[in-house]
């Protein structure tokens, strides 16, 4: 039974609970809605969730642990050469997953039977070649050890279809028998419903702080690993960027770090203004006839994905900037540059800025501007000692939105700034960011226990590290604005 058909069963389930529940309390009351604790509907809510919750709590639990009871008995029989540590363990389940797959696309396809493909071995069989027929592509032949392996994961997965079939199946059951057990007239209903909310909302607004504790914990493990091969103040002070897989690398981090600031610099001097002065048009000064055609216009701006600014870096502006600025005055001779990188980057991040200013300018109440303009203020003076400080808080953070969106920006930078880690102040200069060679380090067939794939971790961190920095000290400027003004 797949999940989906799974969760479908459950919603029916669930539904089917809700009437049984309802019809219930209805007839232990004798129709009577008052002489029920609370509404009907309450009663069948009451039985919709202790059939839903309790079967897709089983459901993902079992999705959960499954695999890692399938990989833990698969690594066990597989060769000590092909687990001789946690590297070369998760390359070798990554292929048997990979053959495993590919078996039951070519029983989906009907090249072979489920019994048969049970049975194949690479002696007789070109596996590759069968795969490859299936739409299965494999970087390398099958061995003999990753297909005996692939056909016990595949057995091992169906009965782990059935049991986790059965098991959701037999909870939600015993859920429904429950909630239909204490269903009666004293029995609160809408009490224990809305604790169950209650506790969903708390679930569901904790995962964006455990999301966040889980990033950093994770880069957090390799970041150590990462200095416990490369000295730490190497990696700091350095200013050599220059990886080596086969060792003896440089990894100095202020290359990078100053690339990354420069090029951010750059995209801010070029949105911020942009972007506030638009607002502030768009809020205080256009007609509604204007505002209606214009802002949607400068939101189509965040529309179009980053290649395509890629795109527009390296074919317009940046051959521009070189021919009129500079060859010109002598600054270099390549499209490639800081500033071609900026400024598309600043392009980029306007409608952000300016749409969210533009909404909480909008929301700085009308009565503070009646007092000031009535006290004889200009229109401009209210604008600048009025509105703009009562919206400051706002307007920080969207240019937060922006700094972390140049920040993290990563295609712009390959193709309008290349991919050079040097420190230098002309702007017109090919130099990289910190996320360039963060997905430098990741791709191709890397060996995630290297120092050359571990700083990759280290930059990361490094880069979450800044970003924090830049919500305090935002907080701390919008918290003291804040005191003057009032």
Not at 157 to 183: E, M, P
Not at 282 to 287: I, V
């Amino acid at each position: 039974m797949s999940v989906t058909f799974l969760l479908g069963l459950l919603i029916v389930l669930g539904v089917a609970a809700f009437f049984l529940a309802r019809m219930r309390a209805l007839s232990s009351a004798g129709g009577s809605v008052r002489k029920l604790h609370s509404l009907p509907g309450y009663y069948g809510w009451h039985g919709f969730l202790m059939v839903a919750l309790p079967g897709l709590t089983a459901l993902v639990l079992w999705l959960i642990i499954q695999p890692m009871v399938i990989e833990a008995r698969i690594s066990a029989t597989l060769p000590e050469a092909l687990v001789i540590d946690a590297a070369a363990r998760e390359l070798t389940m990554g292929e048997v997953r990979r053959v495993a797959g590919g078996l039951d696309a070519v029983v989906a396809s009907g090249a072979l039977s489920t019994t048969d493909s049970n049975k194949i071995d690479t002696t007789s069989t070109n596996v590759r070649d069968l795969l490859k027929n299936a739409g299965v592509a494999l970087g390398a032949d099958v061995t003999p050890e990753v297909l005996k392996a692939a056909q016990a994961y595949r057995g091992m997965a169906g009965w782990g279809a059935v049991g986790r079939s059965f098991l959701a199946l037999v909870v939600a059951l015993a859920g429904l028998a429950y909630a239909i057990k204490v269903t009666n007239p004293d029995f609160r209903a809408r009490n224990r419903v809305e604790f169950v909310v209650l506790g969903l909302l708390i679930v569901a607004s904790s995962i964006a702080i455990l999301t966040t504790v889980g990033i950093v914990f994770s880069m957090l493990n390799e970041t150590i690993k990462f200095f416990g091969q490369y000295p730490i103040g190497a990696f700091f002070f350095g200013l050599t960027w220059s990886p080596n897989f086969r060792g003896d690398s440089d990894f100095g981090l202020l290359p990078l770090l100053w690339g990354t600031l420069y090029i951010t610099f750059v995209s801010m001097v070029v949105a911020v203004p942009i972007g506030l002065f638009s607002a502030i048009y768009l809020a205080e000064y256009a007609s509604k006839s204007t505002r209606n055609w214009l802002k949607p216009l400068i939101e189509v701006i965040a529309g179009i994905p980053t290649v395509v600014f890629g795109i527009f870096a390296l074919v317009t502006v940046g051959p521009f900037l070189r021919d009129y600025f500079a060859q010109p005055l002598g600054l270099g001779d390549s499209g490639s540059s800081v500033m071609t990188a900026g400024i598309v980057i600043g392009i980029l991040n306007i409608p952000f800025i300016s749409s969210l200013s533009d909404d909480i300018i909008n929301a700085v109440p009308q009565s503070m501007r009646d007092g000031s303009l009535g006290l004889g203020a200009t229109k401009s003076e209210t604008v600048r000692r009025v509105v703009l400080p009562a919206a400051l808080p706002g307007i920080v953070g969207a240019i937060l939105i922006g700094v972390s969106r140049a920040i993290g920006e990563t295609m712009i930078v390959v193709m309008g700034a290349g991919a050079a880690a040097k420190l230098s102040l002309n702007p017109f200069e090919a130099m990289t960011t910190m996320t360039v060679k963060i997905v430098g380090q990741l791709t191709g067939d890397t060996d995630f226990a290297a120092p050359e794939t571990l700083v990759a971790f280290a930059l990361g961190m490094t880069l979450f590290v800044i970003t924090l920095g830049l919500n305090v000290i935002a907080l701390v400027v919008v918290r003291r604005y804040k005191e003057q003004y009032e």
